[in-house]
């Protein structure tokens, strides 16, 4: 199993920038690729970026690609999201999330298929 715990989150103005992290505990953090995900109240969790087992390949949302950076450190089990240039709409609460059992080469964006989850990080811009 792999428990989630996010930090990071904030206020900060348009333009700005936050980096989030993600603390994982438990035997398989190395061996699972590893999202982060949003949601906003009223809408549906929506992808963000996914990155493979040694962060060699990284997949991203349209909406974010260019601003944010997904990362990682498995000496410190440890998965971040560096968001710059942020924007009103990319105010939500951030999820981490961990693809425990792909097996496969693709890094997934829907959300059921992924096994562990984060209880979440709150980012608001102003604008």
């Known amino acids: 199993q792999v428990q989630l715990v996010e930090s990071g989150g904030g206020l900060v103005q348009a333009g700005g920038s936050l980096r989030l992290s993600c603390a994982a505990s438990g035997r398989t953090f190395s061996s699972s690729k590893m999202g982060w995900f949003r949601q906003a109240p009223g809408k549906e969790r929506e992808f963000v970026a996914a990155i493979s087992r040694n962060g060699g390949s990284t997949r991203y949302a349209d909406s974010v690609k260019g601003r944010f950076t997904i990362s990682r450190d498995n000496a410190k089990n440890t998965v971040y999201l560096q968001m710059n240039s942020l924007k009103p709409e990319d105010t939500a609460g951030y999820y981490c999330?961990?693809?425990?059992?792909?097996?496969?080469?693709?890094?997934?964006?829907?959300?059921?298929?992924?096994?562990?989850w984060g209880q979440g990080t709150q980012v608001t811009v102003s604008s």
């Open positions: 999330a961990a693809d425990a059992a792909n097996s496969g080469y693709y890094l997934r964006s829907a959300p059921n298929l992924y096994d562990y």
